[in-house]
């Protein structure tokens, strides 16, 4: 179907054409300045380079090339004759030929051989170019915009990437550490138990040393004490002790069972004092039947507490009956059941 020309289209005469066509002609030669800005934008919008900027300085540096042999050429121009689709390649330039002519054909009716006048050529052609180029420049904007969202994401994926990195070397590490620290507890636990165990058998060993000794020494006095009931001991088994210089005195020349009967007449103080007169003298005043009974009653106030603590410390096992009257420190009694305990917990393991 045809259309018929609008109210903008008339009808014009060969020399009102070509009049036209010199007037257009001259006012469709824009300044290099304007028409290289339209070459780049529109080549840029058109190929769509990878890098925009790359393409955009070759450009520049090959219309810059241009104009400089341009100027060599003709000196008194100083403007280029370009086109807007200097920097468009062929191939594009094919497909867009092809497009922009079926669309002219199709909105001008050109098949039926009306002229149209060259205003509407040049409007059709600017609002056109000025469509196309807005076209591009949104198509553009949208390229960078998806080319700047699509950075931001890679580097929010690197970001987490790398933070996953450092967690999971993070957690390694841990994991060594952890299982360095068990191995350190362990090894130290080993260590304590096996010094407990250690100390343990030391202390066996000096408790059945002690024990050891105790038992003898209880057995030695049981066997003195059932001999001396039986009446075996004489004079020269008790007597042996004693040096030559202390048998001067006449109490050392007296039978041993005539000086046990002697000392066993005096009190604590006396028994002391006798000890630091000769060796038979002391051999006889420590002998263990004179101190069976002790009565601290008479000396309570001559006599220090050690003292008393001492000597209930050294014949612990032979005292039968102790006389405190009088002895008002708690701590001759706390020894005095001390040592007691001690000695009925051997005997009664040794039973």
Not at 176 to 204: E, G, Y
Not at 234 to 242: G, I, K, T, V
């Amino acid at each position: 179907m045809r259309r018929r020309p609008g109210k903008h289209l008339c009808y014009v005469s060969g020399n009102q054409k070509a009049a036209a066509s010199r007037r257009w002609a001259a006012q469709s030669e824009p300044k290099a300045s304007q028409t290289d800005l339209r070459a780049l934008l529109i080549g840029l919008f058109v190929q769509c380079p990878d890098d925009p900027l790359l393409y955009l300085e070759e450009k520049i540096k090959e219309l810059q090339n241009q104009m400089k042999n341009q100027s060599l050429l003709l000196a008194n121009k100083r403007h280029l004759e370009l086109s807007w689709d200097m920097f468009i390649d062929d191939e594009f330039k094919q497909r867009m030929t092809k497009m922009i002519g079926s669309y002219l054909s199709y909105l001008f009716d050109l098949e039926s051989g009306e002229v149209l006048a060259p205003e509407l050529f040049e409007k059709a052609y600017f609002f056109r170019s000025n469509r196309l180029l807005r076209k591009c420049f949104c198509g553009w904007k949208t390229y960078i915009r998806n080319i700047r969202r699509y950075h931001m994401k890679l580097q929010q994926y690197i970001s987490k990437a790398e933070n996953y990195y450092k967690m999971n070397k993070l957690k390694v590490s841990f994991d060594i550490w952890m299982t360095w620290v068990q191995f350190q507890k362990r090894q130290h636990f080993l260590a304590v138990k096996h010094l407990q165990h250690v100390s343990d058998q030391l202390l066996l060993k000096i408790i059945l040393k002690e024990w050891s000794t105790l038992a003898k020494d209880s057995k030695s006095t049981r066997e003195y004490f059932q001999r001396l009931e039986r009446g075996e001991l004489d004079d020269e088994s008790e007597m042996h002790l004693a040096t030559v210089g202390a048998m001067q005195d006449i109490i050392s020349l007296i039978p041993w069972p005539a000086a046990l009967k002697i000392f066993s007449y005096l009190g604590v103080r006396e028994l002391v004092r006798c000890a630091q007169v000769c060796q038979f003298w002391k051999v006889v005043a420590q002998t263990t039947s004179l101190w069976s009974k002790i009565n601290f009653f008479p000396v309570r106030k001559q006599i220090q507490d050690n003292d008393i603590a001492n000597i209930l410390r050294i014949y612990r096992t032979f005292v039968m009956h102790l006389n405190l009257r009088g002895c008002n420190n708690l701590f001759i009694f706390s020894v005095w059941i001390e040592d007691l305990v001690k000695h009925s917990q051997h005997d009664a393991y040794k039973l």
